[in-house]
């Protein structure tokens, strides 16, 4: 077989930014770096993933924009919330939450509690000057959402809802793409996220099952994370039609009156279309949030289960004529959002890292004085999101299309987008 001669193109210009193999050990803080006083309500699963994150930032993202120093953590048992303390690193914990509002050495509130501990302590915190960070959904129903935006955005302390997708690289590219106008003019968003952990009838009744304590069921666990990137990625939901069900009425513990699973059609202000999906009744779906946006230039694609990669499909891109098709963009290079504090390229990140980029863009606006949105979702964020899921709610129940309420306050601009 004769030589073929190969043609390799010019060298692609060396990265403005590295990351890894050459810059590990090289980061120098200079100056003292400020401590901020981290007070935390909840030790479970976001209690645990929160606490890992200020960790983290501690000794990652070299020098941290605050040194995050664990004050106190509160949970409801005394000797679960005393391991907590002693396995976290806080300097103390308590049982009461009102405890942690009145601490002065606590300067930022995180709520990593249930649902309905969001409004109470996340107000009181704040009137007490407190930066604030609460998990979603912000409120059990749109109405609480927006009495926790107004009455904490009164206070002028920082405020996050931790809607921590949006900090995973390879989302924040998808937005960079959206808003640089490479996918062009959007026509579709389709996002679901699937779980399994339900599925059993002999699974007791939870506080997720508990619309006192939840609000919603899959519709404000799930779906509210779908529709913050809906929001975040194509802009504003305008109407919607959707469907409800609750396959397992009765369990151990107690009557189910929330939704197991939901389903919506949305329309979007700026002329999309799009679905919406969640639920924890899908066998063999351990957390499976994805979604694809096609617009008239090109499409994206995104899968949580394998979180460092984009799917990429751009029409009649050369080289390559011949070879057309989603490609897959492993989302590690030094260039990409937060990698500049990892590993280098191809040495993976995962789920507990958006946590930590999430907790340190919020430390860097309360150490700049630095808008939070609008990469981080503020309250008023929040708030519309749950206005998202109450519309769903009220067509669910209606049979009819819903329009999505909008109350007051100026709203996050979209991202601009060119076609
Ligand atoms: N962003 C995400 O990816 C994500 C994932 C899971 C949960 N969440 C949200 O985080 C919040 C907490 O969920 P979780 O999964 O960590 O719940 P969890 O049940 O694992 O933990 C709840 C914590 O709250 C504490 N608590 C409950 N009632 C209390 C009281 N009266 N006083 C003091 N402490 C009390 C419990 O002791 C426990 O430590 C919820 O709002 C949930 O929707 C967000």
Known sequence: MGKRKQSIGPIPPAPSRQAGFVTMGAAAGGKKIKEIGVGILGYAFMGKAHSNAYRKIAYMTWPPPLMPKLVAICGRSESAVAEAARRFGYQSYTTDWKRLVRDDRIQLFDNAAPNNLHAAPTIAAAEAGKHVV??????????????????????????????????????????????????????????????????D????????????????GALGDLGAHVIDLARYLVGEISSVSGATRTFIKDRPGGTVDVD????????????????????????????????????????????????????????????????????????????????????????????????????????????????VGPHGATFEDGYRASEVCDAILRSARSGRREAVKQSLGPNQPAPARSS
């Open 260 to 371: 197991d699973a939901v389903e919506a059609v949305v329309e979007f202000a700026g002329g999309a279309v799009g679905t919406i999906e969640a639920s924890r009744f899908c066998l063999g779906r351990k957390n499976g949030m994805t979604f694809e946006i096609n617009g008239s230039k090109g499409s994206i694609g995104f899968d949580l289960e394998r979180l460092n990669e984009l799917q990429v499909y751009l029409p009649g891109s050369k080289p390559g004529a011949s070879a057309q098709g989603f490609r897959t963009v492993l989302v590690s290079e030094a260039t990409h959002p937060f990698w500049q504090w990892w590993w280098p390229h191809g040495h993976m990140i995962g789920w507990e890292h958006a946590m930590v980029h999430e907790l340190h863009h919020l430390l860097t606006c309360i150490a700049k004085n630095k808008r």
């Open 201 to 216: 009838p002999g699974f007791q009744k939870v506080w997720r099952l508990d619309r006192k304590v939840a609000g919603s």
């Open 134 to 199: 609460c998990e979603k959904p912000l409120g059990r129903t749109a109405d609480e959402s927006y009495d926790i935006w107004q009455r904490v955005q009164k206070t002028g302390v920082k405020h996050m809802c931790a809607f921590n997708y949006r900090f995973v690289p390879a989302v924040r590219l998808a937005r960079e793409m959206l808003e640089a106008g490479e996918l062009g003019e959007i026509y579709h968003f389709r996002g679901r996220y699937l779980q399994e952990w339900i599925t």
